[in-house]
């Protein structure tokens, strides 16, 4: 069982920057493939980013490609969301998800289906 725990949300204007974290609990945090996905009202969960096991592999949505940063800390147990240029359409809740990867297996990041664990979900509201 894994629990993931998101923080860094809050209030920003257009333009600004903020950097969201999410902490996972557990020993094995590093076979675990991590991804950001966000919601906003009225709209269905869309795909972020995500990162696999080592963070040597990161994917992206156009629409956050050049102003996101994904990275991680399998010493802190933590995923970061890295966020810049923020526009209002970037209102959201933001989740993390961690996807159990055994050895030399993959997984289909923008998939939230695939993904094992979630985090309750932090708000990002960017005022224009």
């Known amino acids: 069982q894994v629990q993931l725990v998101e923080s860094g949300g809050g209030l920003v204007q257009a333009g600004g920057s903020l950097r969201l974290s999410c902490a996972a609990s557990g020993r094995t945090f590093s076979r675990y493939a991590m991804g950001w996905f966000r919601q906003a009202p009225g709209m269905e969960r869309e795909f972020v980013t995500a990162i696999n096991r080592s963070g040597s592999s990161t994917y992206y949505a156009d629409s956050v490609k050049g102003r996101f940063t994904i990275s991680r800390d399998n010493a802190k147990n933590t995923v970061y969301l890295q966020m810049n240029s923020l526009k209002p359409e970037d209102t959201a809740v933001y989740y993390c998800?961690?996807?159990?990867?055994?050895?030399?297996?993959?997984?289909?990041?923008?998939?939230?289906?695939?993904?094992?664990?979630w985090g309750q979900g932090t708000q990002v509201t960017v005022s224009s």
């Open positions: 998800a961690a996807k159990f990867l055994a050895p030399s297996t993959t997984w289909t990041p923008p998939v939230a289906d695939e993904y094992d664990y």
